[in-house]
């Protein structure tokens, strides 16, 4: 046999051992011929193997249940942006999707609508408001808007060793379909470059930066499930965001205002920020 048959023959009998006819043995084939063929493709080496093989292991080290860096590694190599893609919705006139990112927690506290999310995150006030919808116009009353966001620092609450919960919660949209609640105003930060992610970025010259944005995972009968991002205009780092999930349609112009009353009444001695972004989803098929 040739040095190619002898590679060839390898792969074929992993890719026969699964022999299942099942959702998984065709995942498990597919994988096995791509990264059979990526290693053919860049002659990889025992030590180029081995060091891989360090990488993941230190990568499962130092996931945990408030850290999940295999999600950020997805993040980087653009795989969460293309599996969004694949998933998204064929409607042209709902909202985009992005990425979901390593750090939403489940069992985020509720607010009414016109409430607080920041509970003390460091930042300028932000109030955030719109509407939901469905692609034909429809208001959709009582969907559930779990949102979370970075303060002014760049941390997300959950990367504090103090177990504190801030810059999170979710509501529920009224009777119209509205929404409003206050936050902090967005900022630009690093993902977590301590870890392997990090190192792989440095190594190949990549900075770990994201431009300012806010999350949002909006959930409604009858609807799609929508996780996605709103986006600052004007951000530096629109262009180059480290996990590729910016997308034309979720960049919205903050205004920026000077202390006086806010839209709920409120009077603010300090200035303060505003967002609307009115949200469009996709029914079930």
Not at 21 to 47: G, I, N
Not at 87 to 99: G, L, M
Not at 170 to 185: A, H, K, M, P, Q
């Amino acid at each position: 046999m040739t040095q190619d048959e002898r590679e060839q023959a390898v792969t074929d009998e992993v890719v026969a051992s699964f022999g299942h006819d099942d959702r998984l043995a065709e995942v498990m084939r597919s994988l096995t011929r791509h990264l059979h063929a990526f290693a053919r493709d860049v002659r990889l080496t025992q030590d180029e193997w081995m060091r891989g093989i360090e990488f993941l292991t230190r990568t499962g080290h130092i996931t945990d249940d408030r850290r999940q860096e295999f999600i950020l590694l997805s993040d980087v190599l653009g795989l969460s942006m293309l599996t969004v893609g694949i998933n998204a919705a064929p409607e042209p006139d709902a909202t985009e999707s992005t990425v979901f990112g390593p750090f939403f927690v489940e069992g985020a506290p509720g607010i009414e609508l016109g409430g607080d999310i920041a509970v003390g995150a460091k930042g300028t006030p932000c109030w955030v408001s719109g509407a939901v919808r469905s692609t034909t116009g429809e208001a959709v009353p009582g969907a559930r808007i779990e949102v979370w966001e970075a303060d002014d620092d760049g941390f997300y609450d959950v990367q504090y060793s103090d177990a504190r919960t801030a810059g999170r919660g979710w509501l529920t949209s009224g009777d119209e379909g509205e929404y409003r609640f206050w936050s902090v105003r967005p900022s630009c930060y690093g993902i977590p470059d301590d870890g392997p992610v990090g190192e792989l970025l440095a190594a190949t010259g990549r900075h770990p930066m994201r431009p300012a944005h806010l999350h949002f995972m909006v959930t409604a009968p009858g609807y799609r499930t929508l996780i996605t991002h709103v986006f600052v205009a004007g951000d530096e780092y629109l262009a180059s965001d480290a996990v590729f999930g910016v997308k034309d349609s979720l960049v919205v112009d903050v205004a920026d205002h000077a202390p006086g009353t806010a839209p709920d009444g409120r009077e603010l001695t300090e200035p303060w920020a505003s967002i609307e972004f009115d949200i469009v989803l996709a029914k079930e098929k």
